[in-house]
């Protein structure tokens, strides 16, 4: 009853929001399962697409996690499950500086032993900036360096229009020949998720 | 309990203002230093400063 | 809106410069640079800015006269010249012991309170005299004096300018000690050095000395000289450390049951008239800083609300990043003399939120501005703790001339806050406690 | 020389005269009330010192305002001045209360949660003691108060400012800040005890979902946010995504665990209640904004900070001349007084949707003006004669 309910509010909004594309550019990849869902910079992003896969209803909660530091504590943290493929949201979080906030170059240093082991381990790498221009920031903000540290390396990249104002992903894009996809809303990410996993 | 002392205090600290507001007035009339005009306005505004706390407006 | 505020500074400036001169008060000449702003600005004349600004930093100035009141009745039963008599006695002969142990005499009570000025008002005297006595010129004794009222400020565990930074940016103020701590030794050691190499060839032997300085009183002794000391920090450390067995005291109220037991350790504790007379003379002597405190206010008023205030902030930070750097050791403690505590939070904090944005180390750069903005504290139009140190020391030459004694250390001291400034990232190590 | 005695009193009645006129206007501000016309479903108005009697009789103590529709469900509590120096959280709140609908649920709200602080003027800071907004009846005129407790009513501050019960070290001043002394405590400062009462009547009422009004700086990370405690970060991350998609640009950030006193954090911490706070932009109190007047603080337009715009330095849509649009294709030009309180009001309306979403047992109905009637109506439409009111539904704040 719940599900139902929030499916037509969502379609309501989908309708509001026009009933243009909001899922443009490459064709959405075909996703695998299981995977790992994370985090880069240490911003809120993870969660909110944990939330969105939920509130999609495309796949069961069981087939994915969710670890939103992975090998920070735990050295077995992407051999925990056979995953297919790393989900990586990138975005630091804009609240707390200081002893509060994040410590930038231990996040990189997590992040770059991150990829590298996922290609170690064979895994679709996505890395997606689903915030806008929130998440963006000036060269060496916690935002771009999280950036660098993820986009170049991935298979496929799902990008909010509003965050790729300046084209970089554009320019990761086809530098690394990396397919492309991008939304108009941090919500249409539930889109991309329903076009990834399509029902069977 | 610590209500009624930090109310004390609260009170003690207008009676410290209203003190130091006669101190001020005394040296406005007799001082050692700085005896010229252009003080006697100086001090005739940190006074009412003074006062307008102690009174509650400010 | 630029050309129309610009044109408003400048005639603020010209009117602070012209009144300055003419009317040799600068607390008066900042009152009437507050009343021709606001009129040029289209305030009309301001009576409610005006006083409302005055009140800004009331508590400042509370806490200005309680101290003095305080070391003042101290000073007047003969327990300071006892002390200083003793320490005389036995450091003659061992001067780097004793500039060190000086130096962190003067750091205390500034890093307990967060005040440079309270580091000058409570130990200042002692330190001042101790030196004379020594043979250091006033030059030197100036130099030494402000450097560690600033060190003092600066120094942990209450930092006031990155506590105002943290708050305002939502940063907690946590890990600042070392990275404080480590800085302030390198620059007291300079000032030390620097103190202490210099020549005394004036300086009179021990007996002399001694003999010179007046005995102290009968009944004199060392429970009546380091109670009110004693009960000092108590009341400090109690207030930090068990803050929530106790009412608020607040500084002013602290210094005042301080001066009560001063003065109930002397002989004729209830002669009241002596007390007030004490009182009233301390009241002349400080009055000037009292004056400086509510003054600036009312400027600092007037400045934001015709937006000057704005125009200098703005300036600052949009400025590229080398031109920041190369004019820090400028803007920073010139607003330090203009907005007092206020620079903390007009120029430092978007300096954060800027330095945030491209990933420097926050908490190196609120620390390495907190060494830039008290330099500023001997700069017009406030300039608190500069004209402080040349009333407690005696200083006779020109207020230029003290600040060309104090130049050096000055800025050694700048020039290791910049250093902070520029590597913050280098740093960080250093952010650990 | 001597000089005469009489020119020494001369000063004095001068400096009599200019504290006299400033005195008048100081009065003035903290005498003067606000005037509100309550909604049809207002039913009781309850004192805050009814959670904690020591508050009675101070500057401290102030109105709350219940709204129970009797019918089962939910509770809210809605917090507008928590920082009266940002007046559109204290205006979204009247909007609320004088329009809002309950039909199933109780509601609280209070529009001064810091009466002290609403009481006097910003120190150092220049600020106007009123503001206007035109109604279909004439004007309205509000009070812009200060960030922190008005040291008549809380005087001393410590030279540290210790917090309870973390022992978290902050800036002296904080002491007197509403938003840095959550969750209080019964026997502390005026502030303190503020915040303990607020936790009281969340923890009495069993509060289901807390909001608190704010308005930030532009030049603030955290600006044009929702702000949520753990458990209610899912509640806040969908109404933000939604209301980006389709009212406006709103972010969603995780209160964190080091920074205390703050009310996303420890009205969570210390009660069962779904904390969010939430800010909107208000250009007025930037520090390096040019000349204060009435006109900025309603209108929010300022060339300085319209620099630091350009350089990237602010961190939410500003633009003085042309405007950036909203998901509804409105021109948002500055950080008008309207934008703010619409943005406040579908803030509320789209995380109790959320709420009402994710924790049915809690859901709530309620219908009040949101952020396109706001935009379309000016906030003033929704404001109502209290000369004409029921006496009985007028108050005074």
Same mark, same amino acid.
């Given at each position: 009853?719940?599900?139902?309910?929030?499916?037509?509010?969502? #379609?309501?909004?989908?309708?509001?929001?026009?009933?243009?594309?909001?899922?443009?550019?490459?064709?959405?990849?075909?996703?695998?399962?299981?995977?790992?869902?994370?985090?880069?910079?240490?911003?809120?992003?993870?969660?909110?697409?944990?939330?969105?896969?939920?509130?999609?209803?495309?796949?069961?909660?069981?087939?994915?996690?969710?670890?939103?530091?992975?090998?920070?504590?735990?050295?077995?943290?992407?051999?925990?499950?056979?995953?297919?493929?790393?989900?990586?949201?990138?975005?630091?979080?804009?609240?707390?500086?200081?002893?509060?906030?994040?410590?930038?170059?231990?996040?990189?240093?997590?992040?770059?032993?991150?990829?590298?082991?996922?290609?170690?381990?064979?895994?679709?790498?996505?890395?997606?900036?689903?915030?806008?221009?929130?998440?963006?920031?000036?060269?060496?903000?916690?935002?771009?360096?999280?950036?660098?540290?993820?986009?170049?390396?991935? /298979?496929?990249?799902?990008?909010?229009?509003?965050?790729?104002?300046?084209?970089?992903?554009?320019?990761?894009?086809?530098?690394?020949?990396?397919?492309?996809?991008?939304?108009?809303?941090?919500?249409?990410?539930?889109?991309?998720?329903?076009?990834?996993?399509?029902?069977? | 309990?610590?209500?009624?002392?930090?109310?004390?205090?609260?009170?003690?600290?207008?009676?410290?203002?209203?003190?130091?507001?006669?101190?001020?007035?005394?040296?406005?009339?007799?001082?050692?230093?700085?005896?010229?005009?252009?003080?006697?306005?100086?001090?005739?505004?940190?006074?009412?400063?003074? +006062?307008?706390?102690?009174?509650?407006?400010? | $809106?630029?050309?129309?505020?610009?044109?408003?500074?400048?005639?603020?400036?010209?009117?602070?410069?012209?009144?300055?001169?003419?009317?040799?008060?600068?607390?008066?000449?900042? @009152?009437?640079?507050? +009343?021709?702003?606001?009129?040029?600005?289209?305030?009309?004349?301001?009576?409610?800015?005006?006083?409302?600004? $005055?009140?800004?930093?009331?508590?400042?100035?509370?806490?200005?006269?309680?101290?003095?009141?305080?070391?003042?009745?101290?000073?007047?039963?003969?327990?300071?010249?006892?002390?200083?008599?003793?320490?005389?006695?036995?450091?003659?002969?061992?001067?780097?012991?004793?500039?060190?142990?000086?130096?962190?005499?003067?750091?205390?009570?500034?890093?307990?309170?967060?005040?440079?000025?309270?580091?000058?008002?409570?130990?200042?005297?002692?330190?001042?005299?101790?030196?004379? &006595?020594?043979?250091?010129?006033?030059?030197?004794?100036?130099?030494?004096?402000?450097?560690?009222?600033?060190?003092?400020?600066?120094?942990?565990?209450?930092?006031?300018?990155?506590?105002?930074?943290?708050?305002?940016?939502?940063?907690?103020?946590?890990?600042?000690? @070392?990275?404080?701590?480590?800085?302030?030794?390198?620059?007291?050691?300079?000032?030390?050095?620097?103190?202490?190499?210099?020549?005394?060839?004036?300086?009179?032997?021990?007996?002399?000395?001694?003999?010179?300085?007046?005995?102290?009183?009968?009944?004199?002794?060392?429970?009546?000289? +380091?109670?009110?000391?004693?009960?000092?920090?108590?009341?400090?450390?109690?207030?930090?450390?068990?803050?929530?067995?106790?009412?608020?005291?607040?500084?002013?109220?602290?210094?005042?049951?301080?001066?009560?037991? #001063?003065?109930?350790?002397?002989?004729?504790?209830?002669?009241?008239?002596?007390?007030?007379?004490?009182?009233?003379? %301390?009241?002349?002597?400080?009055?000037?800083?009292?004056?400086?405190?509510?003054?600036?206010?009312?400027?600092?008023?007037?400045?934001?609300?015709?937006?000057?205030?704005? *125009? *200098?902030?703005?300036?600052?930070?949009?400025?590229? $990043?080398?031109?920041?750097?190369?004019?820090?050791?400028?803007?920073?403690?010139?607003?330090?003399?203009?907005?007092?505590?206020?620079?903390?939070?007009?120029?430092?904090?978007?300096?954060?939120?800027?330095?945030?944005?491209?990933?420097?180390?926050? %908490?190196?750069?609120?620390?390495?501005?907190?060494?830039?903005?008290?330099?500023?504290?001997?700069?017009?139009?406030?300039?608190?703790?500069?004209?402080?140190?040349?009333?407690?020391?005696?200083?006779?030459?020109?207020?230029?001339?003290?600040?060309?004694?104090?130049?050096?250390?000055?800025?050694?001291?700048?020039?290791?806050?910049?250093?902070?400034?520029?590597?913050?990232?280098?740093?960080?190590?250093?952010?650990?406690? | 020389?001597?000089?005469?005695?009489?020119?020494?009193?001369?000063?004095?009645?001068?400096?009599?005269?200019?504290?006299?006129?400033?005195?008048?206007?100081?009065?003035?501000?903290?005498?003067?009330?606000?005037?509100?016309?309550?909604?049809?479903?207002?039913?009781?108005?309850?004192?805050?010192?009814?959670?904690?009697?020591?508050?009675?009789?101070?500057?401290?103590?102030?109105?709350?305002?219940?709204?129970?529709?009797?019918?089962?469900?939910?509770?809210?509590?809605?917090?507008?001045?928590?920082?009266?120096?940002?007046?559109?959280?204290?205006?979204?709140?009247?909007?609320?209360?004088?329009?809002? /609908?309950?039909?199933?649920?109780?509601?609280?709200?209070?529009?001064?949660?810091? $009466?002290?602080?609403?009481?006097?003027?910003?120190?150092?800071?220049?600020?106007?003691? &009123?503001?206007?907004?035109?109604?279909?009846?004439?004007?309205?005129?509000?009070?812009?108060?200060?960030?922190?407790?008005?040291?008549?009513?809380?005087?001393? /501050?410590?030279?540290?400012?210790?917090?309870?019960?973390?022992?978290?070290?902050?800036?002296?001043?904080?002491?007197?800040?509403?938003?840095?002394?959550?969750?209080?405590?019964?026997?502390?400062?005026?502030?303190?005890?503020?915040?303990?009462?607020?936790?009281? *009547?969340?923890?009495?009422?069993?509060?289901?979902?807390?909001?608190?009004?704010?308005?930030?700086? *532009?030049?603030?990370?955290?600006?044009?946010?929702?702000?949520?405690?753990?458990?209610?970060?899912?509640? #806040?991350?969908?109404?933000?995504?939604?209301?980006?998609?389709?009212?406006?640009?709103?972010?969603?950030?995780?209160?964190?665990?080091?920074?205390?006193?703050?009310?996303?954090?420890?009205?969570?911490?210390?009660?069962?209640?779904?904390?969010?706070?939430?800010?909107?932009?208000?250009?007025?109190?930037?520090?390096?904004?040019?000349?204060?007047?009435?006109?900025?603080?309603?209108?929010?337009?300022?060339?300085?900070?319209?620099?630091?715009?350009?350089?990237?330095?602010?961190?939410?849509?500003?633009?003085?001349?042309?405007?950036?649009?909203?998901?509804?294709?409105?021109?948002?030009?500055?950080?008008?007084?309207?934008?703010?309180?619409?943005?406040?009001?579908?803030?509320?309306?789209?995380?109790?949707?959320?709420?009402?979403?994710?924790?049915?047992?809690?859901?709530?109905?309620?219908?009040?003006?949101?952020?396109?009637?706001?935009?379309?109506?000016?906030?003033?439409?929704?404001?109502?004669?209290? #000369?004409?009111?029921?006496?009985?539904?007028?108050?005074?704040?």
């Amino acid at each position: 009853m719940r599900k139902v309910l929030i499916l037509v509010l969502l #379609s309501m909004l989908l309708f509001t929001t026009g009933l243009f594309a909001v899922v443009s550019g490459d064709p959405v990849v075909e996703g695998q399962l299981p995977f790992l869902l994370t985090n880069a910079g240490q911003g809120p992003g993870g969660k909110m697409a944990r939330l969105l896969i939920w509130q999609s209803g495309a796949i069961e909660d069981t087939d994915f996690d969710y670890n939103a530091e992975p090998l920070k504590e735990d050295p077995n943290d992407l051999t925990a499950r056979e995953y297919k493929m790393l989900f990586v949201i990138i975005g630091s979080s804009a609240k707390g500086l200081g002893a509060s906030g994040i410590t930038i170059d231990e996040e990189i240093a997590r992040l770059n032993k991150m990829i590298e082991e996922a290609k170690k381990l064979n895994m679709f790498i996505i890395a997606a900036h689903i915030e806008g221009k929130a998440r963006r920031g000036n060269p060496g903000s916690a935002d771009e360096q999280s950036i660098d540290a993820i986009a170049p390396y991935a /298979d496929y990249l799902i990008v909010m229009k509003e965050g790729n104002i300046d084209g970089k992903f554009t320019r990761i894009a086809e530098e690394k020949d990396i397919p492309l996809t991008l939304i108009d809303n941090t919500i249409d990410f539930m889109q991309v998720i329903k076009l990834m996993f399509p029902a069977e | 309990m610590l209500v009624l002392m930090d109310t004390i205090i609260h009170y003690f600290y207008f009676v410290m203002a209203g003190f130091f507001a006669i101190l001020l007035l005394k040296n406005l009339f007799k001082r050692e230093r700085r005896k010229g005009l252009v003080y006697d306005i100086v001090y005739s505004y940190v006074i009412m400063v003074f +006062i307008l706390r102690v009174i509650g407006i400010k | $809106m630029y050309l129309q505020t610009t044109i408003i500074a400048i005639i603020m400036v010209a009117t602070f410069a012209l009144a300055s001169w003419k009317l040799k008060s600068p607390e008066i000449s900042m @009152v009437i640079t507050a +009343i021709v702003g606001a009129l040029v600005g289209g305030f009309g004349f301001p009576s409610r800015l005006l006083v409302e600004g $005055m009140f800004t930093y009331f508590d400042v100035g509370m806490i200005f006269l309680t101290a003095s009141i305080f070391i003042n009745i101290y000073s007047e039963t003969g327990a300071m010249n006892a002390l200083v008599r003793w320490i005389v006695k036995q450091f003659y002969d061992r001067k780097w012991l004793m500039l060190i142990l000086l130096g962190i005499l003067m750091i205390i009570p500034g890093a307990l309170t967060g005040a440079g000025s309270v580091s000058i008002f409570v130990v200042g005297g002692l330190v001042a005299s101790v030196m004379n &006595y020594m043979g250091f010129t006033k030059r030197r004794v100036a130099a030494f004096i402000y450097l560690f009222a600033m060190l003092a400020a600066v120094s942990p565990p209450i930092n006031l300018w990155a506590m105002l930074m943290a708050a305002q940016a939502n940063m907690p103020y946590v890990g600042f000690n @070392v990275v404080l701590l480590v800085p302030i030794v390198i620059i007291a050691l300079f000032t030390i050095i620097y103190t202490g190499t210099s020549k005394t060839p004036e300086r009179k032997n021990k007996e002399h000395i001694l003999s010179e300085l007046p005995l102290p009183p009968e009944g004199m002794n060392w429970f009546k000289i +380091i109670t009110p000391f004693a009960v000092l920090l108590v009341l400090i450390l109690i207030s930090k450390f068990a803050a929530f067995s106790i009412p608020v005291l607040g500084l002013p109220l602290t210094f005042v049951i301080c001066a009560f037991v #001063s003065a109930m350790m002397d002989r004729k504790r209830w002669d009241v008239r002596k007390w007030f007379g004490v009182m009233v003379k %301390t009241m002349d002597q400080v009055f000037p800083l009292l004056a400086t405190v509510i003054s600036v206010g009312a400027l600092v008023n007037i400045m934001t609300a015709t937006g000057v205030r704005g *125009l *200098l902030a703005i300036t600052f930070i949009t400025l590229p $990043m080398v031109l920041i750097y190369i004019t820090a050791l400028l803007f920073a403690p010139f607003a330090q003399g203009a907005l007092s505590y206020g620079s903390a939070i007009i120029l430092g904090t978007p300096i954060i939120f800027l330095f945030n944005s491209i990933g420097l180390n926050v %908490t190196v750069t609120a620390a390495a501005l907190s060494f830039l903005f008290p330099l500023g504290d001997c700069l017009p139009p406030s300039r608190i703790v500069g004209r402080l140190t040349v009333e407690t020391v005696g200083y006779e030459g020109s207020y230029m001339s003290f600040l060309k004694a104090i130049a050096i250390p000055w800025l050694f001291m700048g020039a290791i806050g910049l250093l902070m400034l520029i590597f913050p990232n280098q740093l960080d190590f250093l952010v650990v406690y | 020389m001597k000089n005469p005695q009489y020119l020494k009193i001369l000063f004095l009645v001068l400096s009599g005269v200019l504290g006299l006129l400033a005195g008048i206007e100081f009065w003035e501000l903290r005498h003067y009330k606000e005037t509100v016309v309550v909604s049809e479903d207002f039913t009781e108005k309850v004192m805050l010192s009814q959670y904690l009697p020591s508050l009675k009789n101070t500057w401290g103590d102030t109105p709350i305002y219940v709204y129970d529709s009797g019918v089962p469900g939910g509770s809210m509590l809605v917090l507008g001045g928590t920082h009266p120096y940002e007046p559109a959280t204290s205006l979204a709140t009247y909007v609320m209360m004088e329009n809002i /609908d309950v039909t199933s649920g109780k509601v609280y709200i209070i529009p001064h949660a810091n $009466m002290s602080a609403s009481t006097l003027g910003m120190l150092g800071n220049a600020y106007i003691k &009123y503001y206007h907004i035109e109604t279909t009846w004439g004007q309205k005129k509000f009070r812009v108060g200060d960030r922190n407790t008005n040291p008549l009513d809380q005087w001393p /501050d410590p030279f540290t400012y210790v917090h309870y019960p973390s022992t978290q070290n902050l800036a002296y001043q904080d002491i007197r800040n509403l938003n840095r002394t959550f969750p209080g405590r019964p026997d502390g400062t005026l502030t303190e005890r503020i915040s303990y009462a607020i936790m009281e *009547l969340i923890r009495n009422e069993d509060i289901d979902i807390f909001f608190d009004f704010h308005e930030a700086s *532009l030049m603030y990370p955290v600006v044009s946010t929702y702000v949520a405690h753990d458990r209610s970060m899912d509640i #806040s991350m969908m109404a933000a995504m939604m209301l980006s998609a389709t009212q406006f640009p709103m972010k969603s950030e995780a209160s964190p665990k080091n920074l205390r006193g703050l009310t996303h954090r420890e009205v969570g911490d210390f009660s069962n209640t779904l904390a969010i706070l939430m800010e909107t932009p208000e250009a007025f109190i930037d520090r390096v904004v040019g000349r204060m007047s009435e006109e900025l603080m309603l209108e929010g337009k300022d060339e300085f900070l319209q620099t630091a715009a350009e350089k990237g330095l602010v961190y939410c849509d500003y633009d003085i001349y042309e405007g950036f649009p909203d998901a509804l294709g409105n021109m948002i030009i500055g950080t008008p007084m309207d934008y703010r309180v619409g943005r406040h009001l579908s803030g509320t309306l789209e995380a109790l949707n959320w709420m009402n979403q994710f924790f049915p047992d809690k859901a709530i109905s309620v219908t009040f003006p949101n952020y396109v009637d706001v935009m379309n109506n000016g906030s003033g439409h929704y404001l109502h004669d209290p #000369s004409k009111a029921d006496p009985s539904r007028v108050f005074q704040n």
